[in-house]
């Protein structure tokens, strides 16, 4: 049977799992590898069962214990990190504080100071969510927000946290100014380059607003459901024919 590399790094991290759990139950204390493998095996069956990121999280954050563990593994440990298939796609789930014992939790973790408040509506029929550090005016094109003033921002989170918006939800974020050289890669693939170039920006937003991107302009709404539906495929066929 042939398996795609996503399909067999999940077949391994589930028999490293089942490894750790086998051992916590014959009353091992978990090293390392294996405590990373146990929670990382049943954040991937969770979203599997169909729970959503939040729940499936926070449930991981009370798998196992300090008593679990060997001596020096909660120090070691501050989160773990996994690709998991939910319904609605896949989504990496970060798992602060696994053990509870205070290290890494998203209150206390460093987060950047935000200095600009931006409202964001989710018109899509699902929930979605929104990392750290994706470059806010090119966020998924059914989130309708004023792109411009997004442009060259992130959410003002601790990295690795998320922001998640329900289904015709709309909530209000703290962002904060791209850091470091400024210098924005992927996404939509509109920037790929310096988030200050005006030319840059302005034909990216332009290219957004045009596919369908749903945006708010002098607080106006440009732009409705039916075109978010099919903005990627747009913008999608627009990059094709300009190469």
Known sequence: MALTPGESDRLLLFLEGQLARARRERGLRLNVPEATAYIADAVCEMARDGLDLPTVRERARHLLGVDDL???VPELISEVRVEARFDDGTR???VTDPFGVGLGDEATAPAAIGDLTLDITN???TAITISSHIHLAEVNPRLRLDREAAFGRRLAIPAGATVWIGPDETVTVAT???RGERIVV?????VNGSVDDPQ???QALAALRRCGYLDIVDGVPVNER???DVAVARLVDERRSQS
């Open 70 to 72: 060997l001596p020096g």
């Open 92 to 94: 990496l789930v970060v």
């Open 123 to 125: 018109e899509a029929p």
């Open 176 to 178: 904060t100014p791209v």
């Open 186 to 190: 992927g996404n939509t693939g509109l």
């Open 200 to 202: 840059v920006r302005a």
């Open 226 to 228: 039916a075109d978010a």
